[in-house]
């Protein structure tokens, strides 16, 4: 008991605090549909200089971080976008500031996916779209979720090629 009671910070009871939350994160919002506008503000369009092209533009970071929903503990993502533009590309400093706006919201990494590819698929309606986000491993368990749109441009086939 001794032992214990030294790993236990001063002032904190945990008989009181039982059943309630016990990591100030587990009172940040969940990623709902208002948390989902927050964010989405962030986001600006820009027009694409050569809309006739057909060209594969990749965006990566390993700055993207969420809260996790049941226990408050930080997620941290390596964010790979793949897409065609149309009309539109995303102005890379406003996606700097829609990705680090996810850190103050609770979600789960199926939301926080689907969540940024709905919100860059109707910014810029590319013709292609593949989104990964390969999520650092937690509890020995290693994830990655994908999710794709469009039809997959011919100009993947030769990106293969030069990859290492």
Known sequence: ????????????????????????????????????????????????SHPDREYLVELVTDELTAICPFYGNPDFYRLRILYVPDKTVVELKS?????????????????????????????????????ELDVAVRGGIKTRILRESGERPRIFEVEARFRV
């Open 95 to 131: 996606l700097k500031f829609y990705i680090t706006a996810f850190r103050d919201y609770r979600t789960t990494h199926e939301n926080l996916l689907n969540t940024i590819f709905d919100q860059l698929q109707e910014l810029m309606k590319p013709r292609y779209m593949l989104i």
């Open 1 to 48: 008991m001794v032992f214990f009671s030294l790993l236990v910070p001063k002032g904190i009871n945990l008989i009181e605090r039982q059943g309630k939350c016990y990591n100030e994160r587990m009172e940040k919002p969940f990623l709902d549909e208002k948390g989902k506008e927050e964010v989405k503000k962030h986001l600006k369009p820009i027009p694409n």
